[in-house]
Nanobody, 124 residues
Framework: QVQLAESGGGLVQTGGSLRLSCARSGGTFSTYTMGWFRQAPGKEREFVARITWAGGLAYYADSVKGRFTISRDIAKNTLYLQMNSLKPEDAAVYYC?????????????????WGQGTQVTVSS
C-alpha cells in the first residue's frame, strides 16, 4: 500500500517562497508518476504539476509555469515542489498524488494515491 505524506506548508508573504515535500512509502512500480494538486476553499481541486518518477519529465499548469518547480529525489523517495514568487491566488491546501504508469495525468481522477494535504497561505 502506497502512503504519501506532505510537509512544508505555511504562511508566506506575497513574492515569497516555500518548498513542499512529499515522502512516499510502499509500492514498487517500474513506472510511476507523481503530481501536485491544490484546492482553495469553495473551488475544485486543480492540477499544479506532475513528474514521471524514473525519467523526471515535468509538466506544469500554466498558472504556475516559471514560478514553481517540481522535482524528486529517487534515493529518498521524496517529491518536492519549490514555489517562488507566490501570489495570494496560490493559497490553498496542496496535495501530492501518485499512480502507476507514466503519462500526462493532469486530473485528480488519474491518481490512485493521495496525501493528507498541507496548507499554504499567502498574505498580501
Amino acid at each position: 500500500q502506497v502512503q504519501l505524506a506532505e510537509s512544508g506548508g505555511g504562511l508566506v508573504q506575497t513574492g515569497g517562497s516555500l518548498r513542499l515535500s512529499c515522502a512516499r512509502s510502499g509500492g514498487t512500480f517500474s513506472t510511476y508518476t507523481m503530481g501536485w494538486f491544490r484546492q482553495a476553499p469553495g473551488k475544485e481541486r486543480e492540477f499544479v504539476a506532475r513528474i514521471t518518477w524514473a525519467g523526471g519529465l515535468a509538466y506544469y499548469a500554466d498558472s504556475v509555469k516559471g514560478r514553481f518547480t517540481i522535482s524528486r529525489d529517487i534515493a529518498k523517495n521524496t517529491l518536492y515542489l519549490q514555489m517562488n514568487s507566490l501570489k495570494p491566488e496560490d493559497a490553498a491546501v496542496y496535495y501530492c498524488a501518485g499512480r502507476r504508469g507514466a503519462g500526462l495525468f493532469t486530473t485528480p481522477a488519474n491518481y490512485d494515491y493521495w496525501g493528507q494535504g498541507t496548507q499554504v497561505t499567502v498574505s498580501s
